[in-house]
């Protein structure tokens, strides 16, 4: 039947569902499509202006270890790796088209992911504007260097943590395998472990139990192993070809550039080998740390005077720059933060005795390094058959674009970097809302890898990590400090019922549990990210109610941390929804798998603890002798608990404006403790992600159902935190659904 059916569709018809919803798409996201076209733009003008790709000084390194794999040649080998088999398929123009293709990849990456975690679409494709139209993002990708392939593998770790509701061990394993590959691309990686670590440590949640400490352990251990695995893999390959177990042949030159810049020789104690690589110039007088480390250190005239044969100059350099660390750790701290400081400048400029600023912009010649023996005329036709070339038209104008406004300014990067360490420490909604782990992580591993380059020495090249990591931290910094402000409206309203979400959730669930059929009375509990009282609220419920057994079934709605194992473990039934849609679309769902489990009779009750399960009997009373249909418990006729003057007045006044629309007296309209008759729920059209309880009273008060209201308790929340948000902005939405289901079910719907 289904092939007839399928073969009776009209010819393009796929093609015809399939263009709306690309139309759709294209203007849902369009600010990210203007963005996405121009930088598609600036990157084919990069790659015809500079042909067949830009040589820095690093790139001859590279290029000559292609063969050989030496890994002494100064610079990790992930990058010629994946250069030797890029050029295995094209020349050096070919990895820079890659390399362009990389960025504008990362770019919807951020954006996607940022979108994952609710950041508003403005906003989310300002994160990926950054690396789409930053020149200087353009003008790496142009190079033959590691940094984009770098920028890319964070991007991939940062995926592989915030991607999945909930990381697993599997996940840890993965992420530890990216940090890894990430340390033996770029050596500074090996800083970002510790914001892995500690949001592996935390994402579920602070570790408060047993339980939880060894879910934490587990993904910790996994993603240990994990990088282990690569980076000792690595380190026994040096050491079979090098005999050293190391990284990386760099280390040595940068440790003694920057203490060289430091040193106060007449004070420290240096023995006659440590004298003769102190520099002999007053401080003040000295080059900077990048003269040190590439055109001093190791040169013919340094050491200034002679070593004895049995000494060798790096252990020298080695022990000088450690003992210059020690005896001067102030001026060590000192010069590690004004570097770190220079990323966060408002203008992209050469500071004094810094990496000239120039080696990172477009040029109208194409780059020639007078103090190498290299000829970049040798390498791009060794690799590509093609002398270097740049079209000056084309150069001219990203130069202008560069210098003008093609960049990103530091306060703006600064500006994200406060942003995600508020949400760090907790401050507005990220203790909630699972944001504070997410925002540290990313937030995190952009300031350490800053932090780690600054150590050594201050280059613009270095801040280029900063532009995947910290405007996405940023944005779930914001996201968290301003919520829906920044979205300029509220969430929208939920499909019908069931939407794909209610489908894989149901269709989960039946597979877990298998048929189910006789639970006549069961009480829906929706839960996000109440781990610390979920079970508590679960084994308060009675196991009967009059004559009745009493199933409990718990609806996680996409929580990130371990609520749907507590609850399991409390005895209550688990539908846990991949996605967070907010408590109205947890509790419709919940409603209908009620439904499928034979149940009569539906309860509803906050997973905070709130009201009083205790009360089960009462509740059910007007339900169990018919005399109603409808049962909600008043806080007003009962007693209350609050801590929220603004709330205790909301409660009078929706209550009386519920009762103006219904012609009924209603005492509170907001009490979560109700229970009705199952196939009558069912029926309701439930739409409202957030402020279903107004929705659902007037929807069955329209449809006829006989309410009846009992003085029953409210208490203050046992755990966690509320997830209404602000008051003011709860009391105007909840008043706009009151008014808008009245409307849609009273006014508008046919007299049956």
Avoid at 721 to 743: D, E, F, P, Q
Wanted: include cysteine.
């Amino acid at each position: 039947m289904s092939a007839a059916i399928s073969s009776s569709r009209p010819p393009g018809s796929r093609t015809a569902g399939v263009l709306p919803r690309i139309r759709q798409d294209l203007r849902r996201h369009w600010l990210l499509g203007i963005l996405l076209v121009l930088g598609v733009i600036l990157r084919v003008m990069t790659w015809l202006a500079y042909q067949p790709a830009l040589l820095f000084i690093d790139s001859f390194t590279y290029l000559d270890n292609i063969g050989p794999l030496d890994p002494s040649a100064g610079h990790p080998l992930g990058y010629t790796l994946i250069l030797s088999f890029l050029l295995g398929l094209g020349g050096l123009s070919f990895v820079t088209a890659v390399q362009h293709l990389i960025g504008l990849g990362m770019a919807c990456a951020l954006y996607a992911l940022a979108r994952r975690w609710g950041v508003a679409r403005w906003l989310s494709a300002l994160v990926a504007g950054v690396v789409l139209l930053d020149a200087y993002q353009l003008q790496i990708e142009a190079n033959i260097l590691s940094e984009v392939w770098f920028q890319a593998l964070l991007v991939g770790i940062m995926w592989t943590l915030l991607g999945p509701r909930r990381v697993h061990w599997s996940w840890a394993v993965l992420a530890g395998l990216l940090v890894g590959a990430a340390v033996i691309t770029r050596t500074i990686a090996f800083v970002i472990a510790l914001p892995v670590l500690v949001f592996l440590l935390t994402c579920g949640g602070a570790p408060t139990s047993a339980a939880r400490w060894r879910q934490a352990g587990t993904r910790i251990g996994a993603a240990l192993i994990a990088m282990l695995l690569v980076v000792g893999s690595y380190a026994a390959y040096y050491n079979e070809r090098e005999g050293e177990w190391r990284i990386s042949g760099i280390g040595s030159n940068m440790l003694y550039g920057r203490a060289a810049t430091l040193a106060d020789c007449d004070r420290l104690p240096l023995d006659p080998e440590m004298l003769t690589v102190c520099p002999e110039e007053p401080k003040s007088e000295r080059a900077g740390v990048d003269d040190y480390t590439h055109y001093v250190y190791g040169t013919e005239s340094w050491p200034r005077g002679e070593l004895p044969d049995d000494v060798d100059g790096q252990k020298v350099a080695v022990e000088f720059g450690r003992l210059v660390l020690r005896h001067q750790p102030l001026d060590f701290a000192v010069a590690t933060l004004v570097d770190f400081v220079k990323n966060f400048s408002p203008v992209k400029e050469t500071f004094p005795n810094d990496v000239p600023v120039e080696r990172w912009q477009f040029q109208t010649e194409y780059p020639r390094w007078e103090h190498l023996d290299e000829d970049a005329r040798d390498y791009t036709f060794r690799f590509d058959g093609q002398p270097p070339s740049v079209r000056e038209p084309l150069a001219q104008f990203l130069r202008g674009y560069q210098l003008s406004v093609g960049y990103t300014p530091g306060p703006l990067l600064a500006l994200a970097a406060l942003a995600g360490t508020a949400a760090t420490f907790g401050l507005g909604r990220s203790r909630s809302s699972g944001l504070r782990s997410a925002a540290m992580v990313t937030t995190g591993i952009g300031l350490a890898l800053l932090l780690g380059a600054a150590a050594f020495e201050f280059s613009w090249r270095y801040q280029l990590p900063a532009l995947v990591t910290l405007p996405v931290g940023g944005a779930l910094g914001l996201t968290d400090l301003l919520g829906g402000r920044l979205k300029g409206k509220q969430r929208t309203a939920l499909a019908p019922f069931p939407d794909p979400v209610d489908r894989a959730a149901m269709a989960q669930f039946e597979q877990r549990y298998g048929p189910l059929e006789g639970h006549p009375l069961v009480v829906v509990i929706a839960a996000y990210n109440e781990e610390g009282g979920i079970g508590h609220v679960v084994q308060e419920v009675p196991k009967r109610c009059g004559h009745l057994p009493v199933t409990v079934l718990v609806v996680v709605d996409g929580a990130s941390d371990s609520t749907a194992a507590v609850a399991a473990e409390a005895g209550a039934y688990v539908c846990d929804v991949e996605q967070n849609r907010g408590q109205g679309a947890a509790l419709r769902l919940g409603y209908h798998l009620a439904h499928r489990m034979g149940a009569q009779y539906v309860v509803s009750t906050d997973a905070d603890g709130q009201y009083d399960s205790r009360e089960l009997p009462q509740l059910m009373t007007p339900l169990f002798d018919g005399s109603a249909d409808f049962v909600t418990g008043s806080r007003r006729l009962g007693t209350e608990q609050t801590n929220s003057p603004v709330r205790w007045v909301g409660v009078r006044v929706f209550a009386w404006l519920a009762s103006l629309l219904t012609l009924r007296h209603i005492t509170d309209t907001s009490f979560g403790f109700r229970a009705t008759l199952t196939d009558r729920v069912v029926r309701v059209p439930l739409r409202e992600p957030q402020y279903q309880s107004s929705e659902l009273l007037i929807g069955m008060l329209a449809r006829g159902a006989r309410l009846r209201e009992l003085p029953l308790s409210m208490r203050l929340r046992s755990s966690g935190t509320t997830k209404k948000g602000r008051n003011l902005v709860y009391g105007a939405n909840y008043a706009r659904v009151m008014i808008s289901t009245w409307w849609r079910d009273f006014v508008r719907r046919p007299k049956p």
